[in-house]
C-alpha cells in the first residue's frame, strides 16, 4: 500500500512538473497532480478484502450512501474550484461589438448628413431661382440643419475618456491574464507593469502593443523568443484604443514596483 502511495507521488509530481514547465495554468497542474493520487486510491481499493455480501434493505441503503458521498464530494469540489461566469463573458463580447455597431451607425449617420447637405444645396437653388423670376420670396424655409446627434467615437473625447477606454481596453484585451497591475492578475508569465510609464514613452508601449518583438523585458528573454506576448493586438484594437491603452499604461509610475527594463533589439 505505501508503495503504491509512492509511485503516485512520484508520477504525480512528474507529471505537474512537465506540466508547470509548459506553462499550463496552475489549477490544471493541481488537478492532474490529484488525478495521480485518485488513480493510487483506486488501486489501493482493488486489493482491500473484499466486504460482506448484503442484500435486501441493507444493500439498497448501502449503495445509496455511497451515491450520496460520492455526488457531495464532486459538488463540493466543483465549487471549490474557480468558476466560469458566462454573464462575465456575454458583457465583454457585447463591448467588443458595440464598437462595430456604433461604426456602423456612424457611417450612416454620415450618409445622411451627406444627403441633408445635397437637399439643402437645392433648396438654396431653388431659392435662387425664384429670386431670379420675380417672386422675390423664398417660399421654402431652408431645409433642416445635418443632425447634430453624430456621436464622435468614444476615444476622441477628453482626457477622462481616454484613461477610461484605455482600462477597458485592458480588460477586453485580457492583458491581465499574464500581467499583473495594481497588484492583480498575471499569473506570472509577463512583467508586473506598475512601473512602466517611468521606463517607456506612450509611443514606445503602443510599439511594444502593436509588435511584442520590439522590445524585450530584462529577463524576461525565454518569452520574449517563443513569443508569449500575443502578436494580435493590432488587429483586435483600432489605433485609438491602442494609444487609449498606452497613455493609460503611461500614467503607471510606481517606482516601487520591479517592472523589468525593456531592452530595443
Ligand atoms: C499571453 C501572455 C501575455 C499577454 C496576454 C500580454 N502580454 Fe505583455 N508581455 C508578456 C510577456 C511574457 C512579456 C515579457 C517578454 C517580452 O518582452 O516580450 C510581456 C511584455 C510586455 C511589456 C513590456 C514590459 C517591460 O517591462 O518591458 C508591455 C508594456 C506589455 N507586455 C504590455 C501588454 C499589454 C498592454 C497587453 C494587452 C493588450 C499584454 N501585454 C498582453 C506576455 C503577455
Known sequence: ????????????????????????????????????????????LLDAPPLKTMSGGKSFFAVLTFWIVVITVCIAGASLLPQFDPEDEREKINKL?????????????????ARAKALDEQVKALEERLKTLGTGQAVVASAAPPPAD?????????????MKVGEEQWQLQECYNCHKL?????????????????????????EK???????????????WKKGVMPDKFKDLMDPKEMLAL??????????????????KQ
Do not use: C, Y
Not at 10 to 17: I, S
Not at 246 to 256: D, E, V
Open 97 to 113: 461589438l458595440e464598437k462595430q455597431r456604433a461604426a456602423s451607425q456612424q457611417g450612416k449617420a454620415e450618409e445622411l448628413i
Open 1 to 44: 500500500m505505501f508503495k503504491k502511495l509512492i509511485i503516485a507521488l512520484v508520477v504525480g509530481g512528474a507529471v505537474m512538473a512537465v506540466a508547470h514547465s509548459q506553462e499550463v495554468p496552475s489549477d490544471f497542474q493541481i488537478l492532474w497532480g490529484l488525478f495521480a493520487i485518485i488513480g493510487a486510491v483506486v488501486f489501493m
Open 246 to 263: 498606452a497613455t493609460w499604461l503611461g500614467s503607471f509610475k510606481n517606482t516601487s514596483v520591479n517592472t523589468p527594463k525593456p531592452i
Open 209 to 223: 502593443i502593436a509588435n511584442p518583438k520590439s522590445f524585450m523585458a530584462e529577463g524576461f528573454e525565454k518569452e
Open 150 to 162: 453624430a456621436k464622435p467615437s468614444a476615444a476622441s473625447g477628453g482626457a477622462g475618456d481616454v
Open 182 to 206: 495594481r497588484g492583480e492578475g498575471g499569473k506570472k508569465r509577463g512583467p508586473e507593469l506598475d512601473n512602466i510609464g517611468t521606463l517607456l514613452t506612450v509611443e514606445e508601449i503602443q
